[in-house]
């Protein structure tokens, strides 16, 4: 039985932890709490020169859960690198195809709770690793918010020239929905053009500007030990990332789960964040954005400031007792009918009532369009966390 969960993460993973807290005075200046951070900074300093991927020990009885499952195919992008991609084919008739992201640390097998369901409904999943995760060239690197972009325009552009009978959507969670957002945001200085996009999903997708000077102390990590690795392990906070501990197994146990983060991938990943957020309002199509009230992972005054600058036609979804993981959560099939019902019935309220909830948890946190909201509160740092602290009995 498992007896403790102490896990987090900034998608299907479960890794994160808060390095410090920043906070604003009365006069705008940023007030540290400096002891937790000195104390915070000397250990990982001294982590980022030893610490490497760990070995993860499968118990027998759990051995079902570290099975490899290869993926469906290959894709070929323009720079020549090969990316795994694992497709659940539509049962006829097939209505459209989806292109599913998956979250930092992450890989293609995050979807495999939900993407049976879609399949059912008629709408074929590819699910490729995102480049420097899973089994996609460059593991535990960071390849840039550019790259992951481009990688995400080609791939939208191989599957429409395969299948141009079909209509497409996007979809990403966590660091996949702001890779997502990003991809329908006109992003600029990209080789290929993207197709037509039928819509875009974000599952709690990672918007999060951390503010000014809250990310030095990061970046002067990352600059000096870019490929020294950390995993959040030692440092005090924990979050729950999902309600459903065996589906927290699975991830943990995958062998396409990365357990241990350098620290240049930790600073892109603030990067990608911080970018998204600030693109929030040149998001184009139509789309869905589905957050929990009860994600520990992307506070609420973030997601917030994301939902007043998304255009007002963007669908909004909240999910009581919603935790980050939200297709992972013991209420997945909640938020996979909404998805469904979004894809075939757009303008028929959703079924899980989550109109009702988006617009009461827009009031309380002034997230409707254009409004002004609150100033900033507590804001941690992420940094993401082992999830070997799972206590098998």
């Known amino acids: 039985m498992i007896r403790r969960n102490t896990v987090s993460s900034n998608h299907p993973h479960a890794f994160v932890s808060a390095l410090f807290r920043v906070r604003r005075n009365g006069t705008s200046r940023l007030r540290i709490e400096a002891g937790r951070l000195c104390a915070s900074f000397i250990t990982l300093l001294l982590l980022s020169g030893c610490a490497s991927e760990p070995v993860i020990h499968v118990p ?14 290959m894709l070929t992008l323009s720079d020549g690198a090969q990316i795994p991609v694992r497709i659940w084919p539509a049962i006829k008739p097939e209505r459209g195809i989806i292109l599913a992201l998956h979250g930092f640390n992450d890989s293609r097998d995050a979807w495999e709770m939900t993407a049976p369901s879609l399949a059912a409904a008629g709408f074929t999943l590819w699910a490729p690793d995102l480049r420097g995760f899973g089994a996609a060239p460059d593991r535990g690197g960071w390849s840039g918010t550019k790259r992951m972009v481009q990688d995400t325009a080609e791939e939208l552009t191989l599957i429409a020239k395969e299948r141009p009978d079909m209509r497409l959507w996007l979809m ?26 039928a819509g875009t999903i974000l599952l709690a997708p990672a918007v999060w500007n951390l503010g000014s000077g809250a990310d030095i102390p990061l970046r002067l990590l990352a600059a000096l030990a870019p490929n020294g690795r950390v995993t959040g392990r030692e440092l005090p906070v924990r979050v729950t ?6 589906a927290l197994r699975r991830l943990y146990f995958d062998p396409l789960t990365l357990h241990s983060t350098k620290l240049i991938a930790l600073r892109g990943l603030v990067d990608l964040m911080s970018e998204a957020a600030g693109r ?85 946190h002034a997230a409707t369009p254009h409004a ?16 070997d602290s799972l206590l098998v009995k």
């Open 280 to 364: 929030s309002s040149d998001q184009s199509g139509p789309t869905l954005i589905v957050y929990g009230d009860h994600d520990q992972l992307i506070p609420a005054d973030a997601m917030a400031r994301a939902w007043r600058r998304l255009p007002a036609t963007v669908r909004r979804d909240i999910i009581p007792g919603g935790h980050h993981l939200l297709l992972r959560d013991k209420a997945r099939q909640r938020i996979a009918s909404d998805i469904l019902s979004w894809l075939l019935t757009p303008d028929v309220p959703l079924p899980s009532g989550g109109d009702v909830s988006a617009a009461a948890w827009a009031s309380l």
């Open 172 to 197: 990403g969670e966590s660091m996949g929905g702001a890779v997502a957002m990003l991809t329908m945001s006109g992003y600029r200085g990209l080789y290929v053009e993207r197709p037509r996009i």
């Open 372 to 387: 002004s909201g609150p100033t900033s509160a507590a804001l941690p740092v992420l940094l993401p966390e082992r999830m």
């Open 60 to 73: 027998s009885r759990y051995a079902s859960d570290a099975r490899l499952i290869p993926p469906s195919r």
């Open 241 to 246: 990332a999902s309600d459903n501990i065996s």
